[in-house]
């Protein structure tokens, strides 16, 4: 098995991803809303140089477990759509929740349009997603599965929701626990990695066994993602992130850095409960080092990674996706952005 035919999949599968969002979206008819369709645009990333779409890696991850379980992955490509317009639903709301100014180095939706037209954009990717769905009955998928799916991803929405509510609960908590964190990132971010990976299983029609291991596959790496968005978040380069340095200290996020190193270190939990104006970034920063926080959760992020691949390998799927789900867990606990 060559690394080049992984690579060449990779390829042909973001490819048909960005043609499938495309058509999903043609519902929004440009010449009666084209300034709607200019906002989907923009957040999409299909505007100017095409830099800011993101790494299409949930529909990436169903359409190779698709592949991996045995089923034809071109025929599930509605279903990757419709994952990746939830997935652009919540950052167009997360950003209005969050007060984000920026996301991948550009200014958020909200910031160019106003919260109400944020809110309607988000709105309309959330209905949209689930239009997308319907086509699946084009491609010939049973319709029992394309429920099923359909079922696993309304789901994950729920979860999605539950954990932006407690993630958003936490930041007027003075005692927030790592069994909280984990609550809040099994559903705010594994929760969709999760369903990414169940249903590319599902619509391949693999047996409930397979779909299982699977479904572990994506929970264990979704919870890696979000540890290494969390370590990003204090010690990210910030020209490769597009946030502020240790952005994550400057807003007193409670991510399992934060939460490790208040629990471990006193002076660091003294610092972090001071306002902004009574302590610097960069004495928390310095602070946060002197406990080996970053050590503890980067140990965590690979310990999640090997419970991914290891339930991956009991799935025993097929090259080339295979290679690629691999690749792709490692390069999640890599990634600088």
């Known amino acids: 098995m060559r690394e080049d035919e992984s690579i060449s999949l990779r390829v042909a599968m973001l490819e048909a991803i960005e043609e ?13 809303f084209p300034e709607l369709r200019k ?24 359409l190779l477990c698709c ?9 599930i490509l509605p279903a990757a759509s419709a994952i990746e317009l939830i997935h652009s639903f919540t950052l167009v709301h997360d950003d209005i929740e969050d007060h984000s100014d920026t996301r991948r180095g550009r200014a958020t939706l909200w910031k160019l349009w106003g919260v109400p037209q944020a809110i309607n954009t988000g709105d309309s990717l959330f209905i949209i997603s689930r239009l997308t769905t319907h086509r699946l009955a084009e491609k010939g998928i049973n319709p029992q599965l394309i429920l099923e799916a359909q079922y696993t991803l309304d789901q994950a929405c729920l979860q999605l929701t539950q954990g ?16 909280d964190y984990f ?39 979704g919870l890696a993602f979000q540890v290494q968005d969390d370590i990003l978040g204090i010690w990210g380069d ?17 991510t399992l850095p934060t939460l490790y190193a208040v629990a471990n270190s006193p002076s660091f939990a003294d610092l972090f409960i001071q306002e902004s104006d009574q302590v610097t970034v960069q004495d928390l ?19 999640q990674t090997e419970l991914a691949l290891q339930a991956l390998g009991e799935a025993e799927p097929k090259e080339p996706a295979a290679r690629e789900l691999n690749n792709i867990a490692n390069r999640l606990i890599r990634r600088e952005s």
Do not use: C
Not at 67 to 75: I, P, Q, T, Y
Not at 197 to 209: C, K, Y
Not at 211 to 218: C, L, N, V
């Open 20 to 32: 499938d969002l495309k058509r999903a979206i043609q519902p929004i008819q440009s010449d009666r």
């Open 39 to 62: 906002m989907i645009d923009y957040h999409m990333g299909w505007l100017n140089d095409g830099q800011s779409r993101g790494k299409r890696i949930r529909p990436l991850i169903a």
């Open 67 to 75: 592949a991996a379980a045995g089923g034809d992955w071109e025929n």
């Open 164 to 179: 932006q509510h407690l993630d958003l609960s936490f930041e007027t908590q003075d005692k927030v626990t790592v069994d």
């Open 183 to 221: 609550e809040m990132i099994e559903g705010k971010t594994s929760a969709l990695i999760t369903a990414s990976s169940t249903i590319g299983a599902q619509l391949a029609g693999a047996p409930e066994s397979i779909i299982e291991k699977y479904r572990t596959f994506g929970h264990h790496l």
């Open 238 to 254: 910030p020209e490769k992130t597009g946030k502020p340095a240790s952005d994550d200290l400057r807003q007193r996020k409670k």
């Open 285 to 303: 920063y310095e602070s946060i080092n002197q406990v080996d926080a970053l050590v503890h959760v980067q140990n965590f992020s690979h310990q």
